[in-house]
């Protein structure tokens, strides 16, 4: 919720090896995926324990400079159904060293 309207919806799933997380945002609220994305990340690694957290992007999106800031790096790729994504991944380590 954004000033008290529904913005989208995202968060954290368990993965074999990590906790992937998700974020979808009705258009109008783009501008605050950033903002959205630190607190979820703050809040993955601070209470829920989590200790490294990946994203999966299509190949259709450019999106290494905005990953740096957060810590992310590439993490090979993943097949959902017939379509292949970019993996990205942060550890808990990497996430404090860049905050």
């Known amino acids: 919720m954004i000033n008290g309207q529904f913005a989208g919806w995202g968060g954290f799933e368990r993965e074999e090896d990590a906790a992937d ?3 979808v945002l009705l258009p109008r609220y783009w501008g605050h995926g950033a903002q ?3 607190l979820a990340l703050q809040r993955g690694f601070d209470e829920l324990g989590i ?3 990946t994203i999966a ?13 957060f810590g992310f790096i590439p ?3 993943v097949s ?3 379509t292949t994504f970019r ?3 942060v550890t808990k380590d ?3 060293a860049a905050h």
Do not use: C, H, M, Q
């Open 21 to 23: 997380f998700a974020l």
């Open 36 to 38: 959205i994305t630190r």
């Open 51 to 53: 200790e490294e957290v």
């Open 57 to 69: 992007l299509p190949y259709t999106r450019s999106p290494e400079k905005v990953l740096a800031r």
């Open 75 to 77: 993490n090979g790729e």
């Open 80 to 82: 959902y159904g017939d």
């Open 87 to 89: 993996r990205y991944g």
């Open 94 to 96: 990497r996430w404090l």
